[in-house]
């Protein structure tokens, strides 16, 4: 194979070749340096040289006293910005940042005469004017000269940096999880990441950004590892806006003290707490902000890929362990809630049996099941909207499309837009079945001749819902009057007067049914106002009162039903934790009746300031569990004798 090889050839040959330290070995006067002349450079440097420079893998020589440097292309960039000066120039002056590491390496290979060879040896570089934490493979093998003593170093090697830091950044996300699983709570999770996570990485502060209900974005959380040099906490938010926008389109951010374009505020922010540079990594859900996690430094640092890669992994794992965490929480309320839910609507179903009244079984199951529709479609009307509220129009076109009256007959619906709690749209929806129901019995929508007017007002902002319901039939007997008091009409007062507080009058007469009903708008939505008026009774004649405070209005009536039933007076129903408090300023019942939970809020604080006064108490909860020690528990639905049973214990037998 030799003797393929051109036969033009030469003693300068050595330096042949198209390559830029080739050219560069060629172009340089070497005639000043101690080398000299490349005329008269020694053998063995230009044997080592020519296959040092032909070599593909970075390779270079240190030759003689000062062990001065020559290199091949793919070695020029080791030392960064340093080549080409690093040419012909002594080791110590070329890598004065690591001598203190190569040096001994030197003097060991030169004294034995033996090759050595690291790995994954550290070498704290500053290339770049800041240092930089690199690993390398690379051995030194020393060179002889003519007469058989070293004169130099060979030296070839390849970085490992990627390679050290992942496998390491590996090692520490395996043991973060060993430790996520050992932590009890979401927030012991965090902190133990984040503590980890700042030693691991050598920072200074790493903490938690999220936004608040005005979306700006604040410190949550920060954390000092040991080596900590930052001298005042983060409080408050000094993310500029150019991070912040990074941040918000779901893009990691970057802030340091050297970058020009860096903002005022934040340079300030930095300097004064001993901070040079950091680093931002958000977390999103469904494209919204929902956290940052910041890992800040205070010597200057370059922020390599594989760090923020490690920092992402471990957002991904804290946030994703935190979720997961909170999902199973999520599950165990949800299931309470259901629970809750379910009792709720077995005891509303047990109070609307209740309020039911018939002559034979038949007509019993059939007004059962009548309102037990009638409740469910305007529990699917509220559950289309979210449970928030519904219009007035709303409820009486859904209950009087259920009676298919078609073009038979003429009905008229008209009055201003006026919106409705869950809780009062199903009474009102109640209140419209009872009245529709017996419209088709008895009424205008029974008959082909009938018309039916429903209007209503409001005279003033605060001022009470006039509502008219007026039939007019040829069918309609003249009553002489007021109306008959059967079930309908008394289920109809109970839910006006009991309920809303207001009034409701009726009147018939000959081909004309009419219903005036007065609601005050102050309460809508907000209490079932109770009713501490009237002069009190002689000592001996007065009954005992009952207070009620439930935010489920046909439990409610249930309640007050009960207890009417047995002989105590109703002190006042209240659906709101605000209500109640009112109540209570104007009397003080002898026994209440209190929901645990009044609209999300707990009724721990009625229950004490009723206790405190010497009321008896008992909670009525669809709840599981015992949340306020030391008064009577009931679980709905609670029947009419644990409930008689109760209150008669609480007023002392």
Not at 265 to 287: C, H, I, K, M, Q
Not at 382 to 393: I, M, N, P, Q, T
Not at 532 to 561: F, H, N, Q, Y
Request: glycine share 10%.
């Amino acid at each position: 194979m030799l003797r393929q090889q051109s036969p033009q050839y030469g003693p300068m040959d050595f330096l042949a070749g198209d390559g830029e330290m080739a050219r560069r070995i060629r172009e340089t006067d070497w005639s000043e340096h101690p080398f000299g002349p490349i005329e008269e450079w020694p053998q063995s440097l230009r044997l080592a040289l020519s296959i040092c420079l032909n070599s593909a893998f970075p390779t270079a020589i240190y030759w003689g006293p000062e062990l001065r440097l020559l290199y091949n292309d793919a070695w020029a960039p080791i030392p960064g910005p340093r080549h080409p000066e690093a040419l012909g120039a002594p080791a110590r002056r070329v890598w004065s940042d690591i001598w203190d590491v190569i040096e001994p390496q030197f003097n060991e290979v030169i004294r034995s005469g033996t090759g050595l060879f690291a790995q994954d040896q550290m070498l704290p570089m500053q290339r770049y004017g800041r240092v930089e934490e690199t690993y390398w493979n690379y051995s030194f093998t020393p060179l002889r000269g003519e007469k058989g003593d070293i004169v130099g170093v060979w030296n070839s090697g390849s970085e490992t940096t990627q390679n050290v830091i992942q496998r390491r950044n590996a090692e520490f996300v395996v043991r973060l999880n060993e430790g996520l699983r050992g932590c009890a709570s979401a927030e012991a999770g965090m902190t133990l990441a984040l503590e980890r996570l700042g030693t691991h990485l050598g920072a200074d502060v790493v903490g938690v950004l999220e936004p608040g209900r005005d979306e700006a974005l604040g410190v949550t959380r920060v954390i000092y590892p040991p080596q900590s040099e930052a001298i005042s906490p983060l409080r408050d938010n000094w993310v500029g806006p150019n991070a912040e926008a990074e941040l918000r389109a779901g893009r990691d951010a970057f802030v340091d003290c050297e970058d020009p374009a860096l903002e005022p505020e934040t340079r300030r922010y930095l300097v004064d707490r001993n901070l040079s540079n950091g680093v931002f990594v958000p977390w999103t859900s469904a494209g919204r902000l929902e956290a940052a996690l910041f890992v800040h430094w205070s010597q200057p640092r370059t922020t390599s890929v594989l760090d923020v890669a490690l920092i992402e992994k471990v957002v991904q794992t804290t946030m994703s362990w935190a979720e997961l965490d909170r999902a199973r929480a999520r599950e165990v309320v949800m299931a309470r809630e259901i629970d809750h839910r379910a009792r709720n609507l077995l005891a509303i179903l047990r109070g609307l049996a209740r309020l039911i009244s018939a002559d034979t079984v038949p007509d019993y199951k059939e007004k059962l099941d009548d309102r037990i529709t009638a409740l469910s479609r305007i529990h699917s009307l509220l559950s289309d909207r979210r449970w928030e509220g519904l219009g007035l129009r709303d409820v009486i076109h859904e209950e009087l499309g259920t009676f298919d009256v078609g073009e038979r007959v003429r009905v008229e619906v008209h009055g201003p837009e006026v919106t409705l709690a869950a809780a009062d749209a199903q009474l009102l929806a109640m209140m419209f079945h009872e009245l529709s129901t017996n419209s088709v019995k008895y009424g205008a929508l029974g008959h082909s001749s009938g018309v039916l007017e429903v209007h209503w007002s409001v005279a003033a902002e605060d001022g009470p819902l006039e509502l008219s319901w007026t039939e007019r039939c040829t069918s309609i007997p003249d009553a002489n009057g007021d109306l008959r008091e059967g079930f309908g009409t008394i289920l109809l007062r109970r839910i006006v007067q009991d309920h809303f507080k207001g009034a409701i009058t009726s009147k018939q007469s000959a081909g004309l049914m009419r219903y005036i009903i007065s609601l005050p708008t102050e309460h809508w939505g907000a209490a079932l106002q109770g009713n501490t008026g009237g002069a009190p009774e002689a000592p001996g004649a007065r009954k005992r009162s009952v207070m009620i405070v439930e935010d489920e209005p046909i439990i409610a009536l249930d309640l007050a039903g009960m207890m009417e039933t047995a002989g105590y007076d109703v002190f006042g129903q209240f659906g709101t934790i605000a209500s109640a408090r009112d109540g209570m300023a104007r009397g003080v019942p002898d026994v209440a009746l209190v929901d645990e939970n009044l609209a999300g809020e707990s009724s721990r604080e009625i229950v004490q300031a009723l206790v405190a006064r010497g009321v008896g108490v008992a909670i009525i909860s669809g709840y599981e569990g015992d949340s306020m020690t030391g008064v009577p528990r009931l679980s709905k639905p609670v029947s009419e004798a644990e409930l008689l049973a109760t209150v008669r214990n609480l007023l002392g037998g």
